[in-house]
């Protein structure tokens, strides 16, 4: 059985618990007590040299980066399917996964970290003021990539919209308003019971 290292809070193991549940994969979860560095424990370093979440263990392979395990599942568990079946759909969908991490999520981590778990005396305004610039302009990006349809790849659910769920959630906390496409996405991904099931309880 599969095995997946995660933390409830982590944006990024939660992306891979959302791909399990909507294939149905049979898997084990096994919380990393992040709290207590548990994460930086010579037996989790074993797992990943760079001690974070997530890491997907099955037998003696290990995976440790979130859009690679997320990859792999598509790969070993086809159905249902959460990708495209032709290559240029394939490439659509690396594409908006990679724009995520590339102009959305390094931003969001950027101010989404010290709000949740370090005082005000320690935020950055400049810099949360420089990200959330970067965020709105990738939004806008977004909202045209959709256009008018449900999801962003062909106008099906893929792994492109499992990347954004768990970081979109947060952009409240970012003080970003999403042009009126993507808040409709949002709403419509928030919906999902893999994405209510995972979400985490604060």
């Known amino acids: 059985m599969l095995k997946l290292h995660y933390h409830p809070f982590s944006t990024y193991a939660r992306r891979v618990h959302i791909a399990l549940l909507d294939k149905k994969v049979p898997h084990e979860l096994i919380v990393v007590d992040m709290v207590n ?12 040299p760079y001690g974070r979440v997530p890491a997907l263990v ?6 440790y980066e979130s859009t690679a395990i997320l990859n792999y599942l598509e790969a070993t568990h086809p159905t249902p399917a959460l990708v495209p079946t032709d290559a240029r759909g394939r490439a659509l969908v690396d594409m908006h996964m990679k724009l995520c991490d590339l102009q959305f999520t390094r931003q969001a981590v ?38 008018g349809n449900e999801y962003l790849v062909r106008n099906a659910y893929s792994l492109a919209d499992i990347c954004y769920v ?19 996405w949002m ?15 604060v």
């Open 166 to 184: 768990p970081f979109l959630e947060f952009l409240p906390l970012m003080e970003v308003t999403p042009p009126p496409e993507v808040a409709a």
């Open 37 to 48: 560095r548990a994460h930086k424990q010579p037996d989790f370093l074993a797992l990943n």
């Open 58 to 63: 099955e037998d003696d392979f290990v995976l």
């Open 110 to 147: 950027a101010i989404i970290f010290p709000k949740r778990f370090f005082p005000k005396e320690r935020w950055d305004l400049p810099l949360f003021a420089q990200m959330r610039g970067e965020i709105e302009a990738h939004m806008k990006a977004v909202a045209k990539a959709l256009g």
């Open 187 to 201: 709403a419509r991904l928030a919906a999902r019971p893999s994405v209510q099931q995972t979400k985490p309880a």
